[in-house]
């Protein structure tokens, strides 16, 4: 019954009038997004949040969100049209959604995509809403040494995940910690990493470190490739799938619902890591795998499901503990903090109307996903045509006012540019940013739980171990590290490396 009233309060939340405006704006900007290739949500969030700052809490989160899952719903049409994927997650749905499109089944691929994605993405809000309240009441019994040791998982985690060398996943994780640390003592006030420029007296910003890895560096490394557009629906016919597509795509769609979320909650899995786990769990499990690549509709099925479901369950550990398990929701626990908000255990308590309000807006939202994409298919199709050399000025442009207006200093877009440049050569050596990016965002968080567990504890370091929650953290985290010693570990994380290559 607290369940029903709980929904029943952020139903008149999200059901707003200005709130439904955001949720809308979120979506339809997430979908266009999508289908842009060339920009991630990460990067189109990164623009939208110096405009969240003067509109209430509620619907800034509800805007940001949006962004997000409408992204996930975008970036299939791109992938089955143009074999190009608008965002990384949806690189899987090329291999079979494209080839749909040259046997002239572009329709049904695109319908299956945005129903699989509309089903995965409303499980995904119902198992939010039922595991978050649950874990949320866990959670308040944490104290800083379990926060502390958590988060080390959460960042092995995402080391163990990347895909290429451990130790380079490493590197970036304590580069991002060290980039955490600039500006001033949280406890001395003294400052630290700041070499006398006034700056960086307050740290480093968030917004033009994502802006520059994940925007600028973007930019700079499709421009020496020759991306090549061609179309192949034209006009898109048969958008609802026929009766042996649907029996076809029955299981793949719950399979990839299902996995999808629990990859979702997991500290760096996130919706790529799900669509190529949820592709390769289809093929295996199919009785004609060798129909996989060349247009089979459960290769689109599976793994859309997947990634939406992803995006949904990747706000539980934000919302519940605080943690943001990828760089998407860091940035999104940037906004929750710029306008005042802690995510964590005690958001559901203290703030039950904007917690509430969220999850009810992902309901409506991923409604209004659907209702947009079939209808205006034939409009994205026309905005692919834009040509690049118009696309990716816009979006620099766009990139130097975000980061400008968020700060008001030029010395921000100065940063931003430095981080593209190296954004730019850590691609071009294998070095991943996100890592960097959410070990600079829980690095502060780190350290304060750090030292407040061991303020408690009076400098006894085995508090970490002598806490059963923080030791079997810490514990999984070492094996997890361990693992390229270990052959069978080593073997299981170069096979998710190979799959997602």
Known sequence: MDLLNSLALGFSVALSPINLAYCFGGVFVGTLIGVLPGIGPVAAMSLLLPATFAVPPESAIILMAGVYYGSMYGGSTTAILVNIPGEAASVVTCLDGYQMARQGRAGAALGMAAIGSFLAGTLAVVGLMLVAPTL??????????????????????????????????????????????????????????????????DGLGLVPIVMGLFGVAEILANLEQELKREIFARRITGLMPTRDDWRRSAWPLARGSVLGFILGILPGGGAVISSFLSYGLEKRLSKTPERFGKGAIEGVAGPEAANNAAAGGGFIPLMTLGIPPNVVMALLMGAFIVHGLQPGPLLMVQKPDIFWGIVASMYIGNIMLLILNLPLIGMWVQLLKVPYRILFPLILLFCVIGVYTASGAIFDVYLMIGFGVLGYLMRKFGYEPAPLVLAFVLGPMLENNLRKALLLAQGDFMTFVERPISATCLAIAALLLLSPLLPRFGARRNAIALEQS
């Open 136 to 201: 949320a009441r866990f959670a308040i019994k944490f104290g800083p040494a379990e926060y502390f040791s958590l988060m080390v998982l959460g960042l092995s985690i995402l080391a163990y995940l990347s895909h290429g060398s451990l130790v380079k996943a490493v590197i970036m994780a304590a580069a991002g910690l060290i980039l955490g640390l600039v500006g001033l003592d949280s406890i001395t006030a003294i400052p630290r990493l700041t070499f006398d420029r006034m700056e960086l007296v």
